[in-house]
């Protein structure tokens, strides 16, 4: 039974069993050693704390904060840093968590900035992804589900601070319009959902 009256995009199943997907292939991909899982706040949250608990080698857990949108529903363009990371991650084989690529305005950015603190890698997570919205060249490694050009809340995002503990990742509807089912049990990279 779900806790809420939006329509629903990914199921908490779809989501969780997709997780454990990406987690199988990241403890695949990675030598030995430990991993930075570094969340960009607060949206990659959920997906991180659920990401961490899936991967079975060492993890180590940092976050980094931006803003662009308030409380917009498309990005301004501009990145502001919030909050930077409490570690150094020189030498470190870092994995970026996202919860979602839009324009790809804030990954660019991001992995810019991370690269001037000479990790030994960096690769991206994101659990979503808005192909259609790019406006900068991003490379995903590690990718959820494909999604149509609507705006999504659940799982860690929000609109405007609210419905981050939705379970679900649900499309949000001004006026409540008609349900969008969600399709197949797993997201493949290029399928949209
Ligand atoms: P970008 O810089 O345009 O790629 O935007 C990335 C950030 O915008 C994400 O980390 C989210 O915080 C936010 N965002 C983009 N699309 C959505 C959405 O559909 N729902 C909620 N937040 C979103
Ligand atoms: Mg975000």
Request: proline share 5%; net charge negative.
């Amino acid at each position: 039974m779900s806790d809420h009256s939006l329509p629903v995009l990914l199921t908490a199943e779809q989501i969780r069993s997709r997780v454990e997907e990406l987690a199988r292939r990241i403890d695949a991909d990675y030598p030995d050693g430990t991993l930075y899982l570094i969340g960009i706040l607060k949206g990659a949250c959920v997906f991180l704390a659920d990401l961490a608990r899936a991967i079975r080698r060492p993890v180590r857990l940092d976050f980094i904060g931006t803003s662009s949108y308030g409380s917009r529903t498309s990005s301004s363009g501009e990145v502001k840093l919030t909050k930077d990371l409490d570690v150094t991650i020189e030498g470190a084989d870092v994995l970026v968590v996202e919860d979602i690529i839009d324009t790809g305005i804030t990954l660019s950015y991001l992995i810019h900035l991370l690269w001037q603190r000479n990790p030994r890698s960096i690769r991206v997570a994101a659990l979503l992804d808005k192909p259609e919205r790019h406006q900068r060249p991003v490379t995903i490694d590690y990718l959820g589900f494909c999604i149509p050009n609507k705006f999504v809340v659940g799982y860690g995002l929000d609109y405007n601070e609210e419905y981050r503990g939705l379970r679900d990742v649900c499309v949000l509807e001004e006026g409540g319009g008609e349900s969008i089912p969600a399709r197949g049990q797993r997201g493949r990279d290029s399928e949209p959902v």
